[in-house]
């Protein structure tokens, strides 16, 4: 994340040590990035380059209609699905088996299966994700989106997590 003065010029208070929060995410320093992709597998490296800030990504779908899982702003007609995916490496490491992100199991034991469908777990500072999505079963054209689900207002503490549905919709 990072932050732009008046003029458009990088801003950074170097004398700020209750934490730094950009006023925008951005990826290889491109603000909303896209990628075009083939109907196969790509490896995405998630790295949290941010000074302060933690990320609780989600990797969703946007679909024509109301039948997604999530429902998107009121009277645009779209809403969105969790679209799963595979961890196989975090901070460098291969892990032995890639971990399925498609609510399935239970990853960390609290009763509620679904509820790392297609979401990472909290990405510290410097922190590395490794992930696999399979994007053969989507139709040409289609939409996904990386989602921070994390509020974060100050740099000292990390917010409450946010509801999906509450940032899809546009209520958040």
Known sequence: DKAWDKEGQLWFNVF???????DRILTNWTYYP????????YRFRILNGSVSRYFMVA???QVSGTAGEFQGPAGSNVSYN???FHMVANDGNLLEHAVAFDGKVDLDRNGNKAEHKGMLPIQGIAERYDIVVDFASFAAGSKLYFVNVLEHTKG???G???SL???LSESY
């Open 16 to 22: 700020n040590k209750d934490g730094f929060i950009g």
């Open 34 to 41: 896209y990628l075009d992709v083939r109907a196969r597998r």
């Open 59 to 61: 990797l969703v779908q």
């Open 82 to 84: 969790r679209v799963p």
């Open 156 to 158: 000292e503490v990390t």
């Open 160 to 162: 409450s997590k946010i």
């Open 165 to 167: 549905a509450r940032i």
